[in-house]
């Protein structure tokens, strides 16, 4: 059962563009959002987060939007630069407690 | 501030042997985590500890699996035996309290063979 999933398992663009990478959720407990990023041998650090209260949160180059209605969440990364390229996972956390349901990931590769 | 520290960051064991995971949380950090990270999947929360008393073990598998954190600070996993299946990345996490960001170690690497 997977409750976070993002369909995309990579994502290509080039340096200076819009990055934007999705992910989509089942269970309508969740609250609160959050996106990690992670490198090659390294353990995932937290990017960015959003309350169920909101539908956006921006963040420098950073900015997470929220679709409750559809249930669904999208990273904006502008402008894309080479040393963003990592993996991305989403995350989602339920009002009951702390434990967070990670999605598959997505590989984004920034080209310059 | 120095980081979630793991050891060791790879180990390859033959099936049926057994392993154990070191983690040390970031200094002050109540709560402690495990995850598993089986190659093309997120991390997913084997267990959760708040000081040394178990929150969240619903998705271990203790019939092979043990985690403890003795005196509230390290802990250890254990895995006995190994089957291939456990074949992944086990990370460590760690924050201020249960509903704090939550900062990951580097994760070590088991293959079972």
């Known amino acids: 059962d997977q409750q976070v999933k993002q369909n995309s398992p990579s994502l290509s663009v080039q340096e200076g563009r819009i990055s934007i990478l999705n992910c989509d959720y089942t269970n309508s407990m969740f609250d609160y959002f959050l996106w990690y990023k992670k490198y090659p041998a390294e353990g995932p650090t937290f990017l960015i987060s959003i309350s169920s209260i909101k539908d956006k949160n921006e963040d420098g180059r950073f900015t997470v939007f929220l679709n409750k209605s559809a249930k669904h969440l999208s990273l904006h990364i502008v402008p894309s630069q080479p040393g963003d390229s990592a993996v991305y996972f989403c995350a989602a956390r339920g009002t009951s407690g702390s434990r967070l349901t990670f999605g598959e990931g997505t590989q984004l590769t920034v080209n310059p | 501030e120095a980081g979630v520290a793991q050891s060791p960051r790879y180990k390859i064991i033959e099936k049926r042997q057994s392993v154990a995971f070191w983690c040390n949380p970031i200094s002050g950090h109540a709560t402690l985590y495990w995850y598993q990270q089986i190659l093309g999947q997120g991390p997913k929360l084997l267990i959760q500890f708040q000081n040394n008393g178990v929150v969240d073990d619903s998705q271990l598998p203790k019939d092979r699996f043990s985690a403890e954190r003795l005196k509230g600070v390290d802990s250890t996993l254990k895995i006995q035996p190994a089957k291939l299946e456990d074949s992944a990345v086990y990370l460590c996490?760690?924050?201020?309290?249960?509903?704090?960001?939550?900062?990951f170690g580097p994760g070590t690497r088991l293959t079972v063979t």
């Open positions: 996490a760690s924050s201020l309290t249960h509903h704090n960001e939550q900062y």
